[in-house]
């Protein structure tokens, strides 16, 4: 659903803002989203 995708949204940003290596776990679909920063442009 759109809320669903806002709250990834929302979480990416919440990363974005401060991080170098994450590993989250979403509640509502249970997937498992590595974020590494240092990795991306």
Same mark, same amino acid.
């Given at each position: /659903? =759109?809320?669903? =995708? @806002?709250?990834?949204? %929302? +979480?990416? $940003?919440? +990363?974005? /803002?401060? %991080? /170098? /290596?994450? !590993?989250? !776990?979403?509640?509502?679909?249970?997937? =498992?989203?590595?974020?590494?920063? @240092? $990795?991306?442009?």
């Amino acid at each position: /659903s =759109i809320a669903a =995708i @806002d709250e990834h949204n %929302a +979480l990416w $940003e919440k +990363l974005e /803002s401060g %991080a /170098s /290596s994450v !590993t989250v !776990t979403c509640r509502k679909c249970n997937e =498992i989203f590595e974020f590494n920063p @240092d $990795e991306e442009e």
